[in-house]
């Protein structure tokens, strides 16, 4: 049983958990963003949390200062692993 390592990992569902628990909508984000020099529109938050965006780190460290959190939490209980074609 071999495990592989995921090629392409999303985060958006915790950058969601955290807007959210930040009482931010997604035009707010990207005022705050904007505000910060940061040239990020409401449809690139909705694409990153999505999945469908990749993400600089410059952003994420903003986006960790907008909601008051470490950039580590963006990261936890993310699946990692591939499940192995002959395990499944």
């Known amino acids: 049983m071999a ?16 807007r959210q628990a930040s009482g931010l ?9 904007q505000l910060q ?15 469908t965006y990749n993400i600089r780190v410059s952003i994420l460290l ?4 907008i909601y008051d959190i470490s950039i580590q939490n963006f990261f936890v209980d993310l699946e990692r692993y591939e499940q192995d074609e002959a395990d499944k």
């Open 3 to 18: 495990r592989r390592l995921k090629q392409d990992i999303s985060i958006g569902s915790n950058l969601r958990k955290y």
């Open 25 to 33: 909508s997604q035009e707010a984000v990207a005022a705050k963003l």
């Open 37 to 51: 020099s940061l040239d990020i529109s409401r449809e690139v938050i909705s694409q990153m949390e999505l999945g």
């Open 62 to 65: 903003a986006l960790a200062e």
